[in-house]
Protein backbone atom coordinates (compact mmCIF):
# COMPACT_ATOMS: atom_id res chain seq x y z
CA UNK A 1 0.00 0.00 0.00
CA UNK A 2 2.92 2.38 0.51
CA UNK A 3 3.34 1.76 -2.93
CA UNK A 4 0.02 2.68 -4.55
CA UNK A 5 -0.93 5.21 -1.88
CA UNK A 6 1.03 8.58 -2.80
CA UNK A 7 0.35 7.74 -6.56
CA UNK A 8 -3.64 7.86 -5.79
CA UNK A 9 -3.99 10.14 -3.18
CA UNK A 10 -1.67 12.76 -6.23
CA UNK A 11 -3.67 11.64 -8.67
CA UNK A 12 -6.76 12.64 -6.83
CA UNK A 13 -5.77 15.70 -5.88
CA UNK A 14 -4.13 17.15 -9.17
CA UNK A 15 -7.24 16.07 -11.67
CA UNK A 16 -9.23 18.20 -8.53
CA UNK A 17 -7.48 21.24 -7.86
CA UNK A 18 -5.95 21.61 -11.39
CA UNK A 19 -9.74 21.42 -12.85
CA UNK A 20 -10.50 23.59 -9.83
CA UNK A 21 -7.84 25.56 -11.10
CA UNK A 22 -9.09 26.22 -14.60
CA UNK A 23 -12.42 26.86 -13.11
CA UNK A 24 -11.50 29.66 -11.30
CA UNK A 25 -9.10 31.40 -13.58
CA UNK A 26 -12.05 30.83 -16.57
CA UNK A 27 -14.31 32.80 -13.94
CA UNK A 28 -12.77 35.80 -13.76
CA UNK A 29 -13.55 39.23 -15.41
CA UNK A 30 -12.39 39.15 -19.17
CA UNK A 31 -10.12 41.65 -18.92
CA UNK A 32 -7.86 39.13 -17.64
CA UNK A 33 -8.33 36.54 -20.12
CA UNK A 34 -5.22 37.77 -22.31
CA UNK A 35 -2.91 37.39 -19.05
CA UNK A 36 -4.24 34.17 -18.40
CA UNK A 37 -3.77 32.73 -21.52
CA UNK A 38 -0.76 34.03 -21.27
CA UNK A 39 0.32 32.47 -18.55
CA UNK A 40 -1.17 29.40 -19.42
CA UNK A 41 1.00 29.38 -22.53
CA UNK A 42 3.86 29.65 -20.73
CA UNK A 43 3.32 26.77 -18.39
CA UNK A 44 2.19 24.59 -21.71
CA UNK A 45 5.89 25.45 -22.67
CA UNK A 46 7.41 24.54 -19.26
CA UNK A 47 5.30 21.21 -19.23
CA UNK A 48 6.54 20.36 -22.71
CA UNK A 49 10.45 21.34 -21.45
CA UNK A 50 9.55 19.08 -18.60
CA UNK A 51 8.20 16.21 -20.48
CA UNK A 52 11.64 16.03 -22.27
CA UNK A 53 13.80 16.14 -19.74
CA UNK A 54 12.19 13.02 -17.89
CA UNK A 55 11.46 10.91 -20.74
CA UNK A 56 14.89 8.76 -20.43
CA UNK A 57 13.79 8.20 -16.47
CA UNK A 58 12.48 5.66 -15.08
CA UNK A 59 12.64 6.52 -11.40
CA UNK A 60 9.18 6.65 -9.58
CA UNK A 61 9.45 10.71 -9.37
CA UNK A 62 9.75 11.12 -12.66
CA UNK A 63 6.34 8.90 -13.38
CA UNK A 64 5.10 11.93 -11.00
CA UNK A 65 6.44 14.64 -13.12
CA UNK A 66 5.52 13.52 -16.60
CA UNK A 67 1.88 12.81 -15.04
CA UNK A 68 1.10 16.46 -13.63
CA UNK A 69 3.69 17.80 -16.60
CA UNK A 70 0.81 16.30 -19.03
CA UNK A 71 -2.59 17.46 -17.16
CA UNK A 72 -0.90 20.95 -17.42
CA UNK A 73 -0.33 20.38 -21.26
CA UNK A 74 -4.57 19.29 -20.92
CA UNK A 75 -5.28 22.20 -19.03
CA UNK A 76 -3.70 24.68 -21.64
CA UNK A 77 -6.52 23.08 -23.82
CA UNK A 78 -9.30 23.72 -21.21
CA UNK A 79 -8.44 26.89 -20.74
CA UNK A 80 -7.82 27.86 -23.94
CA UNK A 81 -11.48 26.39 -25.18
CA UNK A 82 -13.34 27.51 -22.34
CA UNK A 83 -12.13 31.23 -22.46
CA UNK A 84 -13.65 31.35 -26.16
CA UNK A 85 -9.72 31.68 -27.79
CA UNK A 86 -9.97 28.26 -29.55
CA UNK A 87 -13.36 27.01 -29.87
CA UNK A 88 -14.84 26.36 -33.78
CA UNK A 89 -16.22 28.36 -36.34
CA UNK A 90 -19.72 28.25 -35.02
CA UNK A 91 -20.77 30.52 -32.05
CA UNK A 92 -24.19 30.37 -32.55
CA UNK A 93 -27.20 27.88 -30.99
CA UNK A 94 -27.95 25.10 -32.41
CA UNK A 95 -30.49 24.93 -35.71
CA UNK A 96 -33.93 23.97 -35.59
CA UNK A 97 -33.57 20.73 -36.52
CA UNK A 98 -34.57 17.12 -34.85
CA UNK A 99 -31.76 15.55 -33.02
CA UNK A 100 -29.70 13.61 -35.51
CA UNK A 101 -27.58 14.08 -38.68
CA UNK A 102 -28.67 17.12 -39.26
CA UNK A 103 -27.68 19.06 -35.88
CA UNK A 104 -24.55 16.67 -35.79
CA UNK A 105 -22.10 18.45 -38.04
CA UNK A 106 -23.25 21.85 -36.25
CA UNK A 107 -22.38 20.69 -32.97
CA UNK A 108 -18.51 19.39 -34.36
CA UNK A 109 -18.11 23.20 -35.68
CA UNK A 110 -18.24 24.22 -32.20
CA UNK A 111 -15.49 22.23 -31.21
CA UNK A 112 -13.66 21.70 -34.56
CA UNK A 113 -10.31 24.28 -33.82
CA UNK A 114 -10.32 23.37 -30.13
CA UNK A 115 -10.12 19.20 -31.31
CA UNK A 116 -7.64 20.13 -33.88
CA UNK A 117 -5.50 21.76 -31.50
CA UNK A 118 -5.72 18.53 -29.33
CA UNK A 119 -4.74 16.17 -32.21
CA UNK A 120 -1.64 18.73 -33.11
CA UNK A 121 -0.59 18.57 -28.69
CA UNK A 122 -1.81 14.92 -29.33
CA UNK A 123 0.79 14.03 -32.73
CA UNK A 124 3.77 16.45 -31.38
CA UNK A 125 3.52 14.78 -27.78
CA UNK A 126 3.76 10.87 -29.51
CA UNK A 127 6.82 12.39 -31.51
CA UNK A 128 8.49 13.36 -29.10
CA UNK A 129 7.64 10.58 -26.14
CA UNK A 130 6.84 7.56 -27.99
CA UNK A 131 9.32 4.62 -27.53
CA UNK A 132 11.37 6.65 -24.60
CA UNK A 133 11.48 4.75 -21.65
CA UNK A 134 8.99 7.37 -19.82
CA UNK A 135 5.76 7.24 -21.65
CA UNK A 136 3.32 8.31 -19.25
CA UNK A 137 2.68 11.66 -19.77
CA UNK A 138 2.02 10.23 -23.25
CA UNK A 139 -0.91 7.96 -22.12
CA UNK A 140 -1.66 10.36 -19.59
CA UNK A 141 -2.81 12.77 -22.31
CA UNK A 142 -4.57 10.11 -24.39
CA UNK A 143 -6.48 8.97 -21.37
CA UNK A 144 -7.93 12.20 -21.25
CA UNK A 145 -8.67 12.80 -24.60
CA UNK A 146 -10.39 9.67 -25.53
CA UNK A 147 -11.89 9.88 -22.08
CA UNK A 148 -13.13 13.36 -22.98
CA UNK A 149 -14.64 12.40 -26.47
CA UNK A 150 -16.72 9.95 -24.66
CA UNK A 151 -18.03 12.46 -22.44
CA UNK A 152 -18.95 15.12 -25.41
CA UNK A 153 -20.51 12.35 -27.33
CA UNK A 154 -22.60 11.22 -24.79
CA UNK A 155 -23.52 14.65 -23.58
CA UNK A 156 -24.83 15.09 -27.42
CA UNK A 157 -26.41 12.09 -27.16
CA UNK A 158 -28.35 12.67 -24.24
CA UNK A 159 -28.10 12.20 -20.35
CA UNK A 160 -29.81 13.30 -17.31
CA UNK A 161 -27.30 15.37 -15.94
CA UNK A 162 -25.17 18.08 -18.39
CA UNK A 163 -23.66 19.98 -15.89
CA UNK A 164 -24.06 23.50 -17.47
CA UNK A 165 -22.68 25.28 -14.70
CA UNK A 166 -19.26 24.57 -15.70
CA UNK A 167 -20.31 26.26 -18.71
CA UNK A 168 -18.93 30.48 -19.03
CA UNK A 169 -21.74 32.91 -20.03
CA UNK A 170 -19.96 33.59 -23.13
CA UNK A 171 -20.48 29.73 -24.08
CA UNK A 172 -23.89 29.56 -23.04
CA UNK A 173 -24.68 28.68 -26.72
CA UNK A 174 -23.14 25.49 -26.30
CA UNK A 175 -25.85 24.49 -24.16
CA UNK A 176 -28.59 24.06 -26.91
CA UNK A 177 -26.23 20.97 -28.03
CA UNK A 178 -26.97 19.83 -24.86
CA UNK A 179 -29.70 17.00 -24.88
CA UNK A 180 -30.95 15.27 -21.94
CA UNK A 181 -32.16 11.92 -21.63
CA UNK A 182 -32.42 9.36 -19.07
CA UNK A 183 -30.31 7.10 -21.36
CA UNK A 184 -28.36 6.87 -24.57
CA UNK A 185 -27.43 3.37 -25.97
CA UNK A 186 -23.29 5.03 -25.70
CA UNK A 187 -23.24 5.13 -22.18
CA UNK A 188 -22.73 1.95 -21.16
CA UNK A 189 -20.59 0.92 -23.71
CA UNK A 190 -18.14 3.88 -22.51
CA UNK A 191 -18.23 2.71 -18.61
CA UNK A 192 -17.90 -0.63 -19.79
CA UNK A 193 -14.63 -0.39 -22.03
CA UNK A 194 -13.16 2.31 -19.34
CA UNK A 195 -13.94 -0.07 -16.22
CA UNK A 196 -12.02 -2.53 -18.50
CA UNK A 197 -9.54 -0.37 -19.16
CA UNK A 198 -8.92 0.54 -15.05
CA UNK A 199 -9.09 -2.88 -14.01
CA UNK A 200 -5.88 -3.48 -16.68
CA UNK A 201 -3.59 -0.87 -15.59
CA UNK A 202 -4.42 -1.68 -12.28
CA UNK A 203 -3.72 -5.28 -13.15
CA UNK A 204 -0.35 -3.91 -14.47
CA UNK A 205 0.33 -1.79 -11.53
CA UNK A 206 0.20 -4.46 -8.70
CA UNK A 207 2.26 -7.49 -11.32
CA UNK A 208 5.01 -8.13 -9.38
CA UNK A 209 7.51 -8.25 -11.88
CA UNK A 210 6.77 -4.57 -12.13
CA UNK A 211 9.43 -2.21 -11.05
CA UNK A 212 8.76 0.85 -8.44
CA UNK A 213 8.37 2.79 -11.61
CA UNK A 214 6.32 0.87 -13.76
CA UNK A 215 3.64 0.40 -10.77
CA UNK A 216 4.01 4.04 -9.64
CA UNK A 217 3.28 5.19 -13.82
CA UNK A 218 0.54 2.49 -13.76
CA UNK A 219 -1.17 3.39 -10.67
CA UNK A 220 -1.40 7.03 -11.76
CA UNK A 221 -2.60 6.07 -15.25
CA UNK A 222 -4.76 4.01 -13.41
CA UNK A 223 -6.41 6.33 -11.14
CA UNK A 224 -6.84 8.59 -13.75
CA UNK A 225 -8.63 6.56 -15.73
CA UNK A 226 -10.99 5.37 -12.45
CA UNK A 227 -11.53 9.47 -12.03
CA UNK A 228 -12.83 9.67 -15.45
CA UNK A 229 -15.52 6.68 -15.20
CA UNK A 230 -16.64 8.78 -12.43
CA UNK A 231 -17.35 11.75 -14.05
CA UNK A 232 -19.32 9.89 -16.65
CA UNK A 233 -21.33 8.41 -13.71
CA UNK A 234 -21.45 11.75 -12.64
CA UNK A 235 -23.79 12.24 -16.06
CA UNK A 236 -26.70 9.95 -15.18
CA UNK A 237 -26.38 10.29 -11.32
CA UNK A 238 -28.04 12.72 -9.25
CA UNK A 239 -25.03 13.91 -6.99
CA UNK A 240 -23.61 17.71 -6.70
CA UNK A 241 -20.82 17.01 -8.73
CA UNK A 242 -19.92 20.67 -8.86
CA UNK A 243 -20.12 21.09 -5.08
CA UNK A 244 -16.78 19.42 -5.83
CA UNK A 245 -15.42 22.28 -7.49
CA UNK A 246 -17.81 25.26 -5.72
CA UNK A 247 -13.70 27.33 -4.80
CA UNK A 248 -12.99 27.31 -8.54
CA UNK A 249 -16.28 28.57 -9.72
CA UNK A 250 -16.76 30.92 -6.43
CA UNK A 251 -15.21 33.44 -9.40
CA UNK A 252 -17.95 33.85 -11.26
CA UNK A 253 -19.92 35.41 -8.48
Known amino acids: MLLYGPPILFACFAWWFLTGAVLYVIGLPRKNVAWSMTAATVVLGAAFLLLWQVSGETAPAAAYQAFFAALLVWGWHEMSFLTGKVTGPRTSEAPAHPNGRARFWPAVETLLYHE ?5 TGLALLALLWGSANEVGLWTFVI ?15 VPNVTEEFLPTHLSYLKSYFCRRAMNLLFPVSVTLSTVATVLLGMAAINPAATDFEATGYTLLATLMALAVIEHWFLVVPLPSAALWSWGLASRE
Open 144 to 158: LWLMRISAKLNVYLG
Open 116 to 120: LAILV
